[in-house]
């Protein structure tokens, strides 16, 4: 089946820190990846996403690229901000089998940056 | 325009009853998805109902959960029958198609469960 692994954190920096979440994931077809970011007090919203092999996502300074051969889609983003912490969630969807649009979630990194 | 809204915001409940979650679309997205959020689970898929059908409902934890799509609008999870192991955040999303995977989901504010 599908699965997510992603470190769960809490994961804590300073201001203007880089950041580095991994995320790698098992999939039975071609999935498209997923990243969902969930600030304190607020719903899912998505961060970005990426479609096929090589593809680079990217929104609000974050980036991430669909790696294959490592099947991995880690989150980067070069300087952060007090206001980047929340949760975030990697995911995907492999409806490549035939399976549902559902969406497989890791379990999410509590991001706490300091000022 | 509106997003994706959940009634109620927040339900307590007692152990044994039954209750029903509903859900709005986005208006025009034809398809739509019920997770659940737990502190010990995470985030799991529930079911997904593309139009008024739902072609899968393998996610659904037991039988005594089920969920309805009228009109290609609105949805309603309902949970017979409550236990503690209930309690969770349910959360609807949306999306305009579903056939293709890459859809963007759209996520409503989600209900609050809490089983006594």
């Known amino acids: 089946g599908n699965s997510v692994t992603q470190m769960e954190g809490p994961v804590t920096l300073s201001e203007e820190a880089f950041l580095t979440i991994n995320c790698t994931y098992t999939?039975?077809?071609?999935?498209?990846l997923f990243w969902y970011v969930q600030y304190p007090g607020e719903g899912l919203q998505l961060l970005l996403k990426?479609?096929?092999?090589?593809d680079k996502g990217s929104n609000k300074g974050f980036e991430a690229t669909y790696r294959k051969e490592t099947t991995s889609f880690h989150l980067e983003k070069g300087s952060v901000q007090v206001s980047d912490s929340a949760v975030y969630f990697c995911?995907?969807?492999?409806?490549?089998?035939?399976?549902?649009?559902?969406?497989?979630f890791g379990k999410g990194t509590h991001l706490i940056i300091q000022p | 325009g509106a997003g994706v809204s959940q009634s109620p915001s927040n339900k307590v409940t007692e152990k044994g009853k039954d209750v029903e979650l509903r859900c709005d679309p986005i208006?025009?997205?034809?398809?739509l998805y019920w997770y659940r959020q737990s502190l010990g689970q995470g985030l799991e898929f529930l079911i997904y109902?593309?139009?008024?059908?739902?072609?899968?409902k393998s996610g659904l934890p037991s039988d005594r959960f089920s969920a309805e799509r009228t009109g290609g609008s609105v949805s309603t999870l309902t949970i017979q029958r409550t236990q503690q192991e209930d309690s969770a955040v349910y959360l609807c999303?949306?999306?305009?198609?579903?056939?293709?995977?890459?859809?963007?989901?759209?996520f409503g504010p989600g209900t609050r469960l809490t089983v006594l």
């Open positions: 999303a949306s999306s305009l198609s579903g056939v293709a995977g890459h859809d963007t989901q759209y």
């Open positions: 999939a039975t077809g071609y999935p498209s």
């Open positions: 990426a479609t096929k092999a090589d």
């Open positions: 995911a995907l969807s492999d409806r490549s089998g035939g399976g549902a649009d559902g969406l497989t």
């Open positions: 208006s025009g997205h034809t398809a």
């Open positions: 109902f593309q139009g008024n059908s739902a072609p899968d």
